[in-house]
């Protein structure tokens, strides 16, 4: 099975090393840290949603 990741264009890396990439897998969602790519999280479609609507609502902007 070939797994198409996917990173921000805002990734602050041109080489890659420094960001985030996500794959769509059967119905879950993948993500792995770039320069770590056998670490992998896997969740769903809905739980990526609503972290993604928190980061857009600011919530986490006192991590960055």
Same mark, same amino acid.
């Given at each position: 099975m070939e797994i198409r990741w996917r990173k921000s264009?805002? #990734?602050?890396n041109a080489e890659g090393a420094d960001c985030l990439e996500l794959a769509r897998v059967q119905g879950e969602i993948w %993500?792995?840290? #770039? *320069? #770590?790519?056998e670490v992998v999280v896997r969740t769903t479609p809905a739980k990526l949603r609503a972290f %993604?609507?928190?980061v857009k609502d600011g919530e986490f902007d *006192? %991590?960055?």
């Open positions: 264009s805002k #990734s602050s %993500l792995r840290e #770039s *320069d #770590s790519p %993604l609507g928190g *006192d %991590l960055t």
